[in-house]
């Protein structure tokens, strides 16, 4: 039974937020990028309110993940926001009200450094994002690992070893290439930036991610497709193209949409092998070669 569970309650170009929740009563915030209104309202669907939270987690200062802090922060000053340095110097200088200068709980942490959050261990990992110390996170509790890799403009090779021990991966798809080049609502100069490679991840290139996680032998049992453009993107064609990449793989993908909350989503542990099982026994998936 999982003791350990990821619920997005919002995730798409405009606002993302998740809530991880831990079987000893632990729940945390990754990221708080819808309206303060529909934090508080998706949380109460929940049955939760956000002076129940034990943090919010912050992988940059962009207004899609971090909108509603100043009105969380204000409405709850003791809440802890766990930020890179220069990510939570960027907040407070762009705050237009008093709520994240004056916040008395700032858990500023250096990328790299693991710490807890009660029975939550939280490692972070630099990403390349054109935003101020961006990080990606893991999350482990027990055996069980969630990593969390938005937004980011390629998958590097630190975030994908970061990621190697999870069994959930959230991970962001933000736009199919085509749709992307034909979209006429954004000048070329944007479409530069998110194709850069200090942007965001295409579903081509999230496929590949999960595609390598496979191949090289990590315990990946789900994906959730986040950060969806809601005009450069459509959910059949995220999780496509990693049907596409992972041919055989039994890969559990989900959507995660912008206008509701998704299921609740047990972490597992991965499974454990036996000693005497061959070490090529034990990557679970092999791309199939296209015969003809
Ligand atoms: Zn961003
Ligand atoms: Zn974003």
């Known amino acids: ?20 929740e831990t079987a000893d009563g632990t729940r945390v915030l990754i990221d708080a990028g819808l309206s303060a209104r529909q934090v508080v309202t998706r949380l109460a669907t929940l049955g939760l309110q956000p002076e129940q939270l034990h943090g919010i987690l912050i992988t940059h200062e962009h207004g899609d993940h971090a909108s509603s802090l100043e009105i969380l922060c204000r409405r709850c000053p003791e809440l802890p926001i766990y930020a890179t340095r220069l990510c939570g110097e960027a907040l407070r200088a762009e705050s237009r009200g008093p709520g994240l200068r004056t916040h008395r709980a700032w858990r500023l942490f250096q990328p790299g450094r693991g710490f807890h959050i009660g029975g939550l261990a939280v490692e972070s990992f630099p990403v ?24 980011l403009g390629h998958a590097t090779k630190l975030a994908l070893e970061h990621a190697r021990a999870a069994t959930t991966l959230f991970i962001e798809a933000n736009h199919d290439g085509p749709l992307l080049q034909q979209d006429t609502k954004r000048p070329w100069s944007v479409k530069q930036r998110i194709l850069s490679r200090h942007g965001h991840l295409s579903n081509d290139a999230a496929a590949r991610a999960v595609a390598d996680l496979l191949t090289s032998g990590a315990p990946l049992q789900r994906v959730v497709l986040g950060h969806l453009s809601r005009d450069c993107n459509q959910p059949d064609l995220a999780s496509g193209a990693v049907r596409a990449l992972t041919p055989g793989a039994a890969l559990e993908i989900h959507c995660a949409a ?9 972490i597992a542990a991965p499974p454990v092998l036996a000693a005497a099982e061959p070490a090529a026994a034990q990557s679970r998936w092999t791309p199939q070669l296209e015969l003809f």
């Open 258 to 266: 912008q206008a509701e909350i998704g299921p609740r989503l047990g």
């Open 128 to 151: 390349p994002h054109d935003a101020a110390d961006p990080v990606g996170f893991t999350l482990r509790c027990g055996d069980a690992v969630l990593a969390v890799l938005s937004d």
């Open 1 to 20: 039974m999982s003791s350990f569970h990821l619920t997005v309650l919002g995730s798409g170009s405009a606002g993302n937020c998740a809530l991880v």
